[in-house]
Each structure stands twice: as C-alpha cells, then as structure tokens.
C-alpha cells in the first residue's frame, strides 16, 4: 500500500525570529523590575532561574541534534538518490524517438536493488502516476510474533486491528504528496520531513529524473525512523529535566534555610517581646548576615534597645517624679497640719506662705512634667522642616529685649543677638527641626542663663557654620559652670540656684527637655564655662550642635 505524506520543512522548526523593537522596549522595561539593591532578591530570582535555564539549554541542544540527525539522513537519502537516478537514467530511459522512462526496466531495477529496511522508494512518471514501489515489488512479508496458545477454558486475547485512517487527514496527505511530485517534476529536488495519514513522520526526499532536458519521472526516497530519533530526543531530554527538578528543589530547600527559617525565628523572637516581657531581641546569627534578613534583625534589635532604653528612662522618669512631688506635698501637709495647733497670726501667715509656694512648685512641676512627658510624641508626629537660625535667634533676641525692666533679677538682664562667630553667612544657616520645639531649647537655655547673670547684665547669642554643623551659642556673664557638674546640669530636677534666690522657683527640667530636643533632631547640647585672658571665669557658655540641613533644603 502506498504511503501518502504531507511535506515539512524542517529548516523552519526550531528557530527563534528576530526580536522586534517592540520586544526590546518590554526588555528594557522589565530589566527595571530587576532588585537592584536586594541581595536576597537577586538570590531567590536566580535560584528560580536556575532550573529554567537547564530545560531550555536541554531543549537548544537537543533541538539542534535532533535537526542535525535528521539532516544527515536528509543528505544520505539525496546522495543514494542522486545515484539511484543516474543509474535509471542509463538503464531505463530511451531518448529516440521522443525521452521516455521504461517502466518495466525501471520496476525490474528497484526490484534487484537493495533498499534498507525502514527506507521506502516510489517512482512515479512524468503525469504523477506511480510506477514502482519498493515495499510492493520487493515481496517482503510482514513478519509478526504469534499470540501464545489459550489454555483450556481461557477467553482469547484481544486483538489489535488497525484503525482506519481518516478520510480528510488521508486526503490531506495526498494532496500534500501531489505537491511535492509536483515540485519535483518541475525539475526542483524537494527534501523534508513529512507527516503520514496516521500521525508518523518519515524524512524524505524526491528527486527528478532527467535525461537532457526532459524530466521523465520523480524518484522518491523516504526513511521512516523520525519518530525514533524523536524518542531518543524526548528520553535524552529526562537528565535535563531530572536535573531542573533537583536545582529546583534544592533552590527551594536554601531558600527556605536562608529566608523562611530566619523570618520564622525573627517572628517568634518578636512574639516574646510582645507576650513573654523581655526587653530586647536579639539573634546575633541572624544580624551577621550582610542581606536584607540582616538588615531586618539588626534593625529589630535596635528597635527594641531603643525601647528598652525608652521604657528605662520612663520607669527612671516616673521615680523623679514621684520623688519631686513628694517634697512640697510633704511641706504642704505638714504646714497644714501645724496650723491647727497655732494661734499666732504671724505663724499662720507663714505657714500659709509655705503652703502657696508649695502649691507655685507643685503647678511649676507638673506642667514642666507635662511638657516633658509630650516632647517624644511631637517630635516623632511632626516631621521636621529647614530653620533659617540666624533668623529665629533674632526673632527670640528681640523678643527677650522687648521685656527688659531695669532692676535685679532675670528681667533687668539683656539679650542680644551678635551674628555670626567668624565671618557673615552669605548662604543663611539652616537646620532639620521644628520651630516650636528649637525655640523651646533656646529660650529655657536663655532663661537659665539669666536666671545666674547679674543685674544688667547680657545674654550673647551667636551661631556658626562649618563642616556641615550649625553651632549656637549662648553665653551669659555669671559664675560659669563648675567642671564637675558639666553632665550633672542636664539630669531631670537638678538645680543649683544663686544665692538669694527662692527655692522651688526652678523645676531643674528646662536643661533636659532641652537635651532630648536636641537629641532628637541628631544634634547634642554641651555646657562650658567662658575664660577671660588673665584665667578667671567670664561666665557659662551652652552650646547646641546641630547637622546642617542638606545641599537644596531650604538654602
């Protein structure tokens, strides 16, 4: 029975067409989605990459054998047609009176000629019609094993049968068939794989007989082993797909060590501090990594050290508290219950000024506490903006000068704003704060420094920039600061007042509020006492050092 085929070209399969500017520009967009700065990102996309990359490298070069396998059986099939169609040229074609192909000669020819099992040659004449084929004049018989014999009593087996082919898939390959004996008779050798009416793939070649000029028939050479080295193919490709599914899991199982275990213990770690009371987390193993899990630990412990240290200094906080309030409530109890048991006016005038100046440091400590206890919630609510200082000393200067009365204490003392320390700030000084709380730290160092100036005295402000700091300062001309109390002065509720002034009339808060201000903004507060030429004290000096604002903010 002849096989009829439909033509395909194996040259097509197989190859990638060319990129479109289209392509590129989704290339170029999708490399932007690439984590740049994510070590762990570059690593888990590339672990999933890997076994991706194996079956298509398996696939290329699997491809690439299996095209050259079956163009190597294309050029043997061509070289033993070339052949085959020399020699019927010179046996079985006649050219007088008219070029004609001897059909019987050319039958009898393919008959004595051996023709490999799996190979199958057709001949056909110049009209299409087929005049030899191998399968048919070779008289082979299709040699099949035997079922074994039934036993006694035992239903037959099955039997396998056939199908019949399908009438347009059959049709199909006809016509198919025609095109290439077409082809062929118009003097063009055609060589291909072709697909059969029942679904196999045989690699031929059809080849004109020519003699002169004149094409007298078409040769057909066809090799029915495709499938085979398309089985080889597939079973060649199972390492590489054995291989992928190996990189794939073993990606998994390091990502899972790298990432799902650690983020698992971080979790865990955070679930104690929230449930189990302690203070801090801490995985050191896990903040040694120099990747994003490293970061996140490192940045987990210092979180809860910063509120460790937070929770510290309320507990601390609390216990100054408590301890300062308890002294006038001690006084004021203690007032009150002496005026039951006096009768003199002059004492009980006294005790009742005890009890209203108890009552004046009571009012002074709470609100003080109140505006300390509020300083961590504003400054980490209210982002901070650019403060042109040169600006706001002047504004608080002239304020300050504005309620200046002549006579003792605070209020008889000058403040004045001097500029620049060195040279004139051509570009202004600014600095990352907010101005309510700045203007706070200024004015309780202000108000300190006048509360040890003398009558008439002057407050100096003055401020620098250099090394991308801003430095204020704020000198008065008092008995300056004794060097062991430099870091004593900005403790919650120390005090350590002039001579002849009232007791109670100062919390001891205004240094430290100005202190966690400034510590907040990135910046310190130090104190310092002033010299004169000769050595001896010219007076306190408080210095408040802040980073300066960036290059384009606010300048």
Excluded at 60 to 86: M, P, S, W, Y
Excluded at 147 to 174: C, F, M, N, V, Y
Excluded at 443 to 468: E, M, Q
Excluded at 524 to 532: G, I
Aim: proline residues 6%.
């Amino acid at each position: 029975m002849a096989l009829a085929t439909v033509t395909e070209n194996p040259d097509e399969k197989g190859e990638a067409a060319a990129a479109s500017p289209r392509d590129k520009g989704l290339a170029r967009r999708f490399a932007g989605l690439l984590p740049a700065g994510s070590k762990l990102g570059r690593l888990i996309i590339l672990l999933n990459m890997v076994g991706l990359a194996i079956l298509i490298a398996g696939a290329l070069v699997l491809n690439e054998l299996r095209r050259g396998l079956i163009q190597a059986q294309i050029d043997g099939l061509t070289t033993q047609g070339q052949f085959i169609v020399k020699v019927l040229d010179e046996t079985a074609t006649v050219g007088d009176p008219a070029p004609a192909l001897k059909a019987q000669q050319a039958s009898e020819f393919l008959q004595i000629l051996f023709i490999p099992r799996g190979q199958r040659a057709r001949l056909f004449d110049s009209t299409g019609q087929l005049v030899a084929d191998s399968e048919a004049v070779a008289d082979r018989v299709e040699a099949r094993a035997l079922a074994r014999a039934r036993k006694p009593g035992e239903k037959p087996l099955p039997q396998i049968t056939r199908k019949d082919h399908d009438p347009r898939a059959l049709a199909r390959a006809q016509a198919g068939l025609a095109v290439e004996i077409k082809t062929a008779l118009a003097g063009h050798p055609v060589a291909g794989v072709r697909f059969t009416e029942t679904g196999d793939r045989v690699v031929s070649v059809s080849m004109p007989i020519q003699h002169v000029a004149a094409v007298l028939g078409v040769l057909t050479l066809e090799a029915g082993d495709v499938d085979k080295i398309v089985a080889a193919q597939r079973a060649a490709l199972v390492p590489f797909i054995l291989i992928a599914i190996t990189a794939t899991l073993a990606s998994s199982l390091m990502l899972n060590r790298l990432v799902a275990r650690p983020v698992l213990r971080l979790a865990r770690a955070a679930d104690r501090v929230r449930m189990a009371g302690e203070r801090e987390m801490s995985l050191p193993d896990i903040a040694r990594r120099d990747d994003e899990l490293g970061d996140l630990a490192r940045a987990l412990a210092e979180m809860t050290h910063a509120q460790s240290e937070r929770m510290g200094a309320t507990e601390r906080f609390a216990a100054d508290v408590a301890h300062e309030i308890r002294n006038p409530l001690t006084s004021i109890r203690s007032a009150v219950e002496t005026l039951d048991l006096v009768t003199d006016p002059a004492v009980i005038n006294r005790l009742l000024g005890i009890v209203k100046q108890d009552a004046g440091r009571l009012d002074r400590l709470i609100t003080d506490i109140s505006n300390a206890s509020r300083i961590d919630a504003e400054l980490s609510r209210v982002p901070p903006e650019p403060i042109d200082v040169e600006r706001l000393l002047t504004e608080i200067a002239n304020l300050y000068e504005a309620q200046v009365k002549p006579g003792p204490g605070p209020l008889g003392v000058h403040v004045r704003y001097t500029g620049d320390r060195a040279l004139r700030m051509v570009v202004p000084a600014m600095v990352m704060a907010r101005e309510n709380p700045l203007g706070q730290v200024l004015r309780n160092l202000i108000d300190n420094a006048r509360s040890f100036s003398p009558p008439g005295g002057t407050v100096s402000l003055s401020a620098t920039r250099a090394k991308g700091r801003v430095v204020i300062y704020v000198d008065d001309e008092g008995p300056g600061v004794p060097p062991d109390n430099l870091e004593t002065v900005f403790e919650r509720f120390y005090t350590a007042r002039p001579k002849g002034q009232a007791f109670g009339g100062n919390s001891g808060l205004g240094l430290s509020i100005a202190r966690q201000i400034i510590t907040a903004y990135g910046g310190e507060v130090r104190a310092e006492s002033r010299l004169n030429p000769d050595g001896s004290v010219a007076g306190a000096r408080f210095l408040v050092d802040l980073p300066d604002a960036p290059d384009g903010v606010g300048h």
